[in-house]
């Protein structure tokens, strides 16, 4: 059973409703986040899996000044977004999708809008995707 809810991130209208219990990524609920909010949420805890600080040994092996690795590593996302225009990275969440039986079909994704939500400070309060 879908029915419309509020994206709890951005406030747009989202499909809520009973989720599938197999579902292990962007699962469908009754109140929480729409699809592109939840590829946002899902993508920036995996880059924060595995961003760390730039060290000085990097930063002299890739001939970086202070105010280089500074700017790395005061926003180690930098441009992360933008390389969602590439086809092969959204083919690669399409097949994370696949395999972890989203209740979200790749193709509802509007990637030019995850772009745009990208910086928005609005923590979820729970699930939809």
Known sequence: ?????????CGVDACGGDGNPDARIFRRAQHGVCVNCGVVLFLQRLANMQTSH????????????????????????GGFAESLRLVHIQECLARVMRAGKSDAHPGEIDWERVIELWDIDAPPKGGLW
Do not use: G, I, K
Request: with cysteine; charged share 15%.
């Open 54 to 77: 730039m060290n000085p040994a990097q930063a002299r092996a890739l001939n970086m000044d202070s105010a280089q690795v500074d700017a790395v590593n005061s926003n180690p996302f």
């Open 1 to 9: 059973m879908s029915a419309t809810t509020q994206c709890e991130r």
